[in-house]
């Protein structure tokens, strides 16, 4: 009885290996092939990991394949954006990684990102990171309010 046992546990995947199979096939899609939707899955699926796990495949997605919110998750990784309780996202960061968030932020909000567009709306407009300009702060929110509309809302 023993034995069969462990005849049967070796034949049994877990639900662990299953899942990190489905990481890696869609890394692979997403990174390889550039799959959007692929991406968006793991987005979701790393929601709640430690950016650090993200950050590689989200640069990697932003670079090879020009994915606008590949973009802004390159600076969510970085900042830790939604764990952080204060407004200074890039405090506890060195100039190379700040430089880093900065550029991915720019990027993002470049492609139309409107996540991206507020973010860097914000930053002009309280003067935070770049000298204060309450004209591109609103030009930036402009941008992402024309972009919002064009998008279909059904219910």
Same mark, same amino acid.
């Given at each position: 009885?023993?034995? %069969?046992?462990?005849? *049967?546990?070796? #034949?049994?995947?877990?639900?662990?290996?299953?899942?990190?199979?489905?990481?890696?096939?869609?890394?692979?899609?997403?990174?390889?092939?550039?799959?959007?939707? %692929?991406?968006?899955?793991?987005?979701? !699926?790393?929601?709640?990991?430690? $950016?650090?796990?993200?950050?590689?495949?989200?640069?990697?997605?932003?670079?090879?394949?020009?994915? #606008?919110?590949?973009?802004?998750?390159?600076?969510?990784?970085?900042?830790?954006? $939604?764990?952080?309780?204060?407004?200074?996202?890039?405090? *506890?960061?060195?100039?190379?990684?700040?430089?880093?968030? @900065?550029?991915?932020?720019?990027?993002?909000?470049?492609?139309?990102?409107?996540?991206?567009?507020?973010?860097? %709306? #914000?930053?002009? %407009?309280?003067? @935070?990171?770049?000298?204060?300009?309450?004209?591109?702060?609103? !030009?930036?929110?402009? #941008?992402?309010?024309?972009?919002?509309?064009?998008?279909?809302?059904?219910?």
């Amino acid at each position: 009885m023993l034995l %069969s046992n462990c005849e *049967n546990s070796k #034949k049994s995947i877990s639900t662990n290996q299953i899942e990190m199979s489905n990481d890696v096939s869609l890394i692979e899609l997403a990174i390889d092939k550039g799959d959007t939707k %692929s991406y968006d899955k793991l987005r979701i !699926e790393y929601m709640d990991s430690p $950016y650090e796990s993200f950050l590689d495949i989200s640069t990697k997605m932003a670079n090879k394949h020009d994915y #606008k919110s590949a973009y802004i998750d390159v600076f969510y990784c970085l900042t830790n954006y $939604y764990q952080k309780k204060d407004d200074d996202l890039l405090k *506890n960061l060195n100039d190379s990684l700040k430089t880093k968030a @900065i550029k991915y932020l720019n990027l993002a909000a470049e492609k139309g990102e409107v996540n991206a567009l507020e973010i860097l %709306s #914000k930053f002009y %407009s309280d003067g @935070i990171y770049f000298e204060e300009n309450k004209n591109l702060a609103k !030009e930036l929110l402009m #941008k992402r309010d024309s972009i919002l509309s064009t998008y279909d809302i059904k219910k």
